[in-house]
């Protein structure tokens, strides 16, 4: 057997199995002998039949004493029993709609059978359980590979496969760790590792194992994010010419915080350095970086350079136009939008501008990568709220310039200190860790239902006031998830008997874009009063008449999500209010709420959130752009990410191109892992 020996060669794999297979990725033996388990059952315990503990699924090794019997009991239901006995006792296997089993057991034989032995009424039972011949035991008797499967493809069946990859070719696979690195941190040989991965000797020869696997992933990843930063690093920039923050200073409606004037003053010095800026602003919301932005496309601007700025949502692009507009045409700069919700012969009028040099600053979405965007000459690219995009797709809107442009990346989301080294590993930081002044923090409260009516006056009081008002629900429609508000229903309520005078209107991201525009436009302009809203609103909206932010079942977010949310208001000069409705009791939702309600510092609420609801809220949905972990938990395994960061370090620091013979194969695996990227590393 081959590495490249393809799945469908084996035994039982024929087209269709095949096809299903390639959808997880895997079409030879060296795919699947790469391909890690995610979980794992231990099968080692052996009991003899009468001392088997009833708690737990147990291997027992027996003889089966009598031929299966299979009784018919209505449609749809077949029970096939089957007494089995070993030195210690006996006990009934009974089985569901396998018939099989009728055939697969045979009187006299040895069997190792799988399961929980129960007892009732003095007999043992054990239902389904898993079993093999004693002589040709496979699954049983040994810590099993769960692996993750698609449609077609069982667990057997990927164990079955990679049972004989790994006695096929396992020693074949390449060793592509530096030597060197692997005896610094005492890591295993990759041989070990891949048997000890799929099927281990026992849990410590798995720890050695994944530890192994965990390291080299998060080694490559590293080695890839300071490989970016480095010849970033080294990029020739263009020059801007030197304006200063005092001379922008007139084009704001306030002056900057010192906060903000040092991160203008960091770009400043990044567009006149001659090499090309990778910076990275992050600031909790409401910390003003989109003033920062502004500043550095002035820059760009009087240096004849145009500017594009990418934002993850249609919302949050209309909104950045309209804000920056605003701020820059003093100056004569011209802005203009591209989103994908334009005509076509909207989009084509943008296109020819920015080809001709007529808009100095294109705002936009993703639609600032298509094809037709050309620019006359693009200096400067703006990503808002990055953590959203992946590492390539910064990339291709730089790619847009015919020489590098400046790369500026704003973000709001405060990630744990080792994991912003690696998630922004390519850029320089500046944090902006200051508020603007006369901000008094929002007030939070938590409230049950029983209050609803206390919170709908408190609605109606801050509307009479002339201020707006944000109520968030986590669903959509009704029946999407039982219990929850969701927004068309409850505008409906809210509009026809809770605030029948009051202006209702409901926004969520299945809307089309042009009616989620026309919604907030309206808000924005203070023509409706209670906003009714899922999350869509929860990233950059900016509306700061809004004072009243009401959160429906508070507890279906992430301490991180209803921060990003209670940012939408606090943003004027009123005090500002956010009520969390819940009725949950369990004692941590009512930890995590209280936490919440006490303390407005997204660093501390984002390092609460990892510490009690683990890394899934943080890095669900690839927030992070980074490329896909196989084995590494980048928010659990921190330890070894330090460890294989300073590892990175160090061979860059040796051979900076990786190009000596035995750093290629590091190369190629940085090639790989960063591939659905595009080919940045070319
Ligand atoms: P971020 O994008 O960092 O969340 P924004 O740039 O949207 O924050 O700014 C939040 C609000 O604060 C906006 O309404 C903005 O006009 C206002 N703002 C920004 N900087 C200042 C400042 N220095 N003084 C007063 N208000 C400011
Ligand atoms: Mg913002």
Redesign the pocket.
Known sequence: MELSTPLQSFPGIGPAKAKALARLGLHTAGDLLTYWPRAYEDRTKTYPIAQAPAEEPVCVSVLVAETPTSSYIRKGLTITRCKVVDGSGSATAVFFNQDYVRQALRVGESYILYGRVEVSGGRRQMTNPIFEREDRARFTGRIMPVYPLTAGISNNLLAGLALQCVEGCAQLLPEELPAGVRQEHALCAMEYACRNLHFPTDQEALAIARRRAVFEELFTLSCGMAFLRKRRGEMAGRVFPPGSVEEFRPL??????GA?RRAMEALRDDLISGRAMNRLIQ?????????VAAFAVWLAHAGGFQSAMMAPTEILARQHYE?LSGLLSPAGIRVGLLTGSLKAAEKRAVHAALTAGEIDLAVGTHALLSEGVTYRELGLVIT?EQHRFGVGQRSALSAKAAQPPHVLV?S?TPIPRTLALLIYGDLDVTV?DEL???RTPVETYLVGEDKRARMYNFVRKQVSQGRQVYMICPAVEEGESDGMKAVTAYAKELAETVFPDLRVAFVHGKLKSRDKEAVMAAFGAGEVDVLVSTTVVEV?V?V?NANLMVIENADRFGLSQLHQLR?RVG??QWQSYCVLISDNRTQETRERLRYFCQTNDGFKIAEKDLELRGPGDFFGQRQHGLPVMKAADLAGDTRVLKEAQEAAEALLRDDPTLSTPRNRPVLEKIRRLFAEDGDIFN
């Open positions: 704001l409606p306030f002056p900057p915080t903000q600031g909790d919301v409401g910390s003003g970086k989109t003033a804000t808002d704003m709001a902006i603007p002044p006369g950059g900016d700061p940012g943003r004027g």
